[in-house]
């Protein structure tokens, strides 16, 4: 039986402050023979997301913590090469856990079968993945509604992207901000977005006043930071907060003083609701459907970066906190 060579990325060494190429390493290993009841796969493309940030650090987290000296791990879409179990063939697409290499073996309970009939497969990584999935959750989460005027900061992001396309169908006003005037039309042009503004031309509170004079309902934090200091001033009385990410802080090497106006939580008698999407696997197929009728229909745009290869990875990973995406950020690995 011909074995199998796979280049895989391992971390070297923790970051500190912003990840550079030295904290991994780029390695080549020989996989074993395929056992009984495992499947071999080849993944085809691979997601990078800034959460994962936070798993290079040492302590402990709300996901496992990355090791030194073994693989990454992360989304993934790939190609059966080679499977000893019943029910899983050759050619058959399956989304994994398992990214940041080019092969792999695993029993069937990592792998999730998905349709190859929707394309690009990539999709399964963006909005039909977990990206998208975290932007239908929020919205649930605080029952985000028709009328409602929602603020969404890192908006041409892969979750912000989605989340207002997902509230510009539930008949909300949507306003977003991003790093550049290409984002911020991408913003309205292409995601159908009411207003979009440039943070970095000015102080945030002062552009979302400007956006939105009466208030917001509802702002949806992928940032952090600035963005939602300027968000607890303008929510309306009962506003929500979905906390879905701050990435201002990520790599930062000392905590970051907390926004100055918390007391509006109290005075507005705001909600302000943490999200992790790990809550929302089970509902996974409802989403699927929702959101994958959206796609087939048109009516939901896929926007992706994608960089091409495995040893290109790591510029992309470290791309996310340089603003280099545009939606979703995949590597292609084939």
Aim: hydrophobic share 40%.
């Amino acid at each position: 039986m011909t074995q199998t060579i796979s280049r895989e990325i391992h971390l070297a060494s923790r970051p500190h402050g912003i990840p550079t190429a030295a904290n991994f390493t780029l390695v080549q290993t020989t996989l074993p023979s395929l056992r009984d009841q495992e499947v071999l796969v080849r993944n085809l493309f691979m997601s990078v997301d800034p959460y994962m940030r936070g798993r290079m650090n040492e302590g402990k987290s709300y996901v496992p913590q990355f090791e030194i000296g073994r693989p990454l791990e992360g989304g993934a879409v790939g190609e059966v090469v080679e499977s000893r179990v019943t029910g899983i063939k050759p050619g058959d697409i399956v989304t994994s856990s398992l990214g940041w290499r080019e092969f792999f073996i695993a029993p069937p309970r990592e792998l999730q079968p998905v349709s190859s009939q929707i394309q690009p497969l990539s999709v399964y990584l963006g909005a039909l993945g977990m990206t998208g999935l975290t932007a239908w959750a929020g919205l649930n989460l605080v029952e985000v509604k028709a009328g409602d005027t929602i603020y969404i900061s890192g908006a041409a992001g892969a979750v912000g992207s989605v989340a207002g396309q997902l509230a510009k169908l539930r008949g909300c006003r949507v306003i977003g901000s991003a790093g550049s005037d290409e984002k911020t039309a991408f913003l309205r042009t292409e995601c159908g977005f009411d207003e979009a503004f440039n943070y970095k031309d000015g102080p945030v509170l002062d552009q979302l006043k400007h956006n939105a004079p009466d208030g917001i309902d509802v702002y949806f934090d992928n940032v952090g930071g600035e963005s939602l200091e300027a968000a607890l001033a303008v929510l309306r009385l009962h506003g929500r907060i979905i906390a879905c990410g701050s990435i201002s802080g990520y790599n930062a090497e000392k905590s970051l003083p907390g926004p100055s106006n918390l007391f509006n939580i109290t005075t507005k008698r705001l909600t302000m609701k943490g999200l992790l999407v790990f809550d929302w696997l089970d509902r996974q197929a409802e989403f699927r459907k929702e959101v994958g009728d959206y796609c087939q229909a048109g009516k939901l745009k896929h926007k992706e970066t994608v960089v091409e290869g495995i040893d290109q990875a790591v510029a992309a990973f470290i791309g996310l906190f340089q603003g280099q995406n545009m939606g979703k950020m995949v590597v292609k690995l084939t």
